[in-house]
């Protein structure tokens, strides 16, 4: 692995980053003002502080590869290629939502962009990403699947499942814990026993690797060399990574239930102020930055606007797409 | 009597068990902080931490250990978030809590409440919105029971609590917030196994539970104006069901509608047609009401879809009563 101190930057790179880094949270805030505006009908599980753990993995992945997010990934969506424009429509249950309306802010998926979907169910994801790479190898297809999850799943049983059964058939498989050290209300490690997730991955048969996860250069630089592995057939591996979730659990809880000044502190780490400062001292212009910014924002209040004007879908669409055989509805006698 | 929320109706409820027992006490995720929906808040002040016990996200530990505490002769309410995360811990509610009394020979006794709200809620689509009681009432060992008002939830959390057998108690997540009068009575409860009469009437009987039981209320009070009258049972416990109050009520109405937000095909309305069917043979009219065959989604229209809304009630009444008034009831 690259020596981190050196901090070989690519400028183009990086300003790349920073652009879909505020992309995702731009999209996070828009739609918290949508919530506001009664027009989200569900709850939001903001990803705002988390962009970069995102961002500094997907960015090694081609379209071909597949990702499965978590509730909270809202950027993991972005970041792999979905429409921000058909994820507002989602959000806001309008036509020409990425899921026709019916899947709402914790079931994005896309699966034209290799988006194999958020998952409403905790640590579901873990094992039913095994089974995507288990498909993988058996097609013998030149792609891997990448598995998002937060700390709080580690907990579930699936994560022993998903990750002993990825290790017992070396699946082309790259689990990432994104740990922001809250499960709802509940801190994690409060909850949580033994001296961690490697250890718990490593006993698994599955190496693990730990970054921080606000360090958008430190993700991408170990990302890199976890993802060559991972193609180069000695997956699984894991990836844990320490971020923080800035807003509360969800879109309606204020997080009261948070020490005094953890929020503030960790404010100090955000992996987008970090970036910015970094390509400021690389010699960016202030107003470069500024307008990848501002056009971010624009992007994401245009993707609103669009979706405010939208239809909502036709009743009858809730009859659409249950199943193939047998119809849904009730027989009228 | 006091006016408050079902929410906190539950809320007092426990807190009186855990007074008047020691061996009462809730383990599930967030409940230090008031659980997903406020239904502990204060608790924790009040019992401390190892009688309002915090869990990692960890169904399958939470409802299987809550059924060996239960063996052990603790009085546990394994809080499942929402009845959708009771399916990560089939095996224990299912295999276990609801087996381990019989297959013992008696020896275990499983005095478990295993809460799980249900029901469709603010757009939570397809894995948050569910209504499943029918399943558990299919399964031998378990008590079933889906309050629909305050005074309910305070008396029926209470028995449950009391229960030596596993109960799966469902609120509903849209009535958390209704109001209503609650008796303040400690020694108030209401028993398992025993409907209610919300309105007498003689043209037709409604039978619903939770939710529903609001909207065929409404259902009721529009047929009234038109001149029909319904004798609306709610049902309260679904295992074990008050036959008595719909035997009487159907022989009196020869009409019969179950009305439930749960999916119509092989809902609990289908058992209580048939037991009826098989009792009264051709002598009563029945339907059920339930959703579609469908998946609850997100989008507002999509959501109402599956609805069983009020005018459909009244619509299927009518049908029942003024178009074919005086006929043979269908199916003789
Ligand atoms: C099986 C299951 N249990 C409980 C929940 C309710 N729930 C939704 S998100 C969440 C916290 C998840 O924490 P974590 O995995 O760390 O992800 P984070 O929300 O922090 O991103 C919980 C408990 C759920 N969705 N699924
Ligand atoms: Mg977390």
């Known amino acids: 692995m690259k020596n981190r101190s050196q901090r070989i930057i690519n400028v183009a790179r990086l300003r790349a980053h920073y652009l879909l880094m505020h992309r995702i949270r731009a999209l996070e805030e828009v739609a918290a003002r949508a919530f506001e505006d009664k027009l989200v009908h569900g709850f939001l599980y903001p990803s705002i502080g988390q962009e970069a753990l995102t961002v500094g993995v997907i960015a090694h992945l081609t379209k071909r590869d597949l990702v499965l997010s978590t509730h909270r990934g809202h950027g993991q969506a972005l970041a792999k290629g979905a429409s921000s424009t058909a994820m507002f429509h989602e959000l806001l249950g309008r036509e020409g939502g990425i899921c026709g309306g019916k899947g709402g802010p914790p079931h994005i998926a896309d699966f034209g962009v290799g988006l194999l979907g958020s998952n409403g169910v905790i640590s579901a994801n873990i094992v039913i990403g095994a089974g995507a790479a288990h498909a993988v190898k058996l097609k013998k297809e030149d792609r891997i699947v990448v598995c998002y999850f937060g700390d709080g799943a580690t907990n579930r049983g699936p994560f022993l499942e998903g990750l002993n059964w990825a290790a017992v058939f070396k699946l082309p498989l790259l689990f990432v814990c994104e740990d922001n050290g809250y499960a709802a209300t509940t801190k994690t490690r409060t909850m949580t026993a033994g001296p961690g997730f490697l250890d718990r991955a490593s006993a698994l048969g599955v190496p693990a690797v730990e970054v921080d996860g606000n360090d958008v250069v430190a993700v991408e630089a170990t990302a890199a060399e976890l993802i060559r592995k991972v193609r180069a057939g000695e997956g699984p591996l894991f990836l844990h990574a320490k971020t923080f979730r800035v807003t509360g659990h969800t879109s309606s809880d204020p997080g009261a239930y948070r020490p005094k000044g953890e929020v503030e502190a960790a404010k100090a780490h955000d992996p987008i102020a970090r970036l910015r400062e970094l390509l400021i001292g690389a010699g960016v212009a202030v107003d470069v930055l500024d307008a990848d910014k501002a056009s971010a924002y624009a992007e994401m209040d245009a993707a609103y606007r669009s979706a405010r004007e939208a239809a909502f879908p036709a009743a009858r669409m809730a009859f659409v797409d249950v199943q193939d055989v047998g119809s849904p509805l009730v027989e009228a006698f | ?332």
Not at chain 2, 11 to 36: K, P, S, T
């Open chain 2, 1 to 332: 009597m006091s006016q408050m929320t079902y929410l906190e109706a539950g809320r007092i409820a426990l807190e009186e068990e855990m007074r008047h027992d020691a061996m009462v006490w809730a383990v599930g995720q967030d409940l230090g902080r008031g659980g997903a929906f406020g239904q502990y808040r204060g608790l924790v002040e009040v019992f401390g931490s190892d009688r309002i016990c915090d869990a990692p996200i960890s169904e399958a530990a939470i409802l299987g250990g809550s059924v060996g505490a239960a063996m052990m002769g603790t009085r546990p309410i394994a809080d499942m978030r929402m009845s959708d995360f009771v399916l990560c811990a089939m095996d224990e509610l299912v295999n276990q809590a609801a087996k381990a009394r019989f297959k013992s020979g008696g020896q275990a006794r499983v005095p478990l409440v295993v809460r799980a709200p249900i029901g469709i809620h603010w757009s939570s689509a397809a894995q948050h919105s569910q209504s499943l009681e029918a399943w558990y009432a299919h399964v031998p060992g378990l008590v079933v029971v889906c309050p629909a008002i305050p005074a309910d939830n305070k008396g029926l959390l209470k028995s449950a609590i009391r229960c030596d057998d596993p109960v799966v108690f469902m609120e509903h997540k849209a009535l958390l917030c209704s109001e209503g009068e609650v008796p303040d009575d400690v020694d108030y409860t209401v028993p398992l196994g025993q409907a209610s009469k919300v309105c007498e009437g003689k043209d037709l009987t409604i039978v619903s539970w939770s939710n529903q039981v609001h909207l065929a209320t409404k259902a009721a009070q529009m047929l009234a104006e038109e001149g029909v009258s319904v004798d609306l049972i709610d049902l309260r416990t679904l295992w074990p069901w008050d036959k008595t109050m719909v035997f009487e009520s159907v022989e009196r109405t020869k009409r019969l509608i179950v009305a439930h937000e749960a999916v119509a095909v092989g809902g609990f309305g289908g058992e209580i047609v048939a037991t009826v069917a098989e009792k009264f043979g051709g002598a009563i009219a029945v339907r059920r009401l339930g959703a579609p065959r469908a998946p609850v989604g997100y989008a507002p229209p999509i959501e109402d879809a599956v609805r069983v809304t009020e005018e459909a009630i009244a619509a299927a009444v009518r049908e029942m009563v003024v178009c074919k008034s005086g006929g043979a009831p269908r199916g003789a």
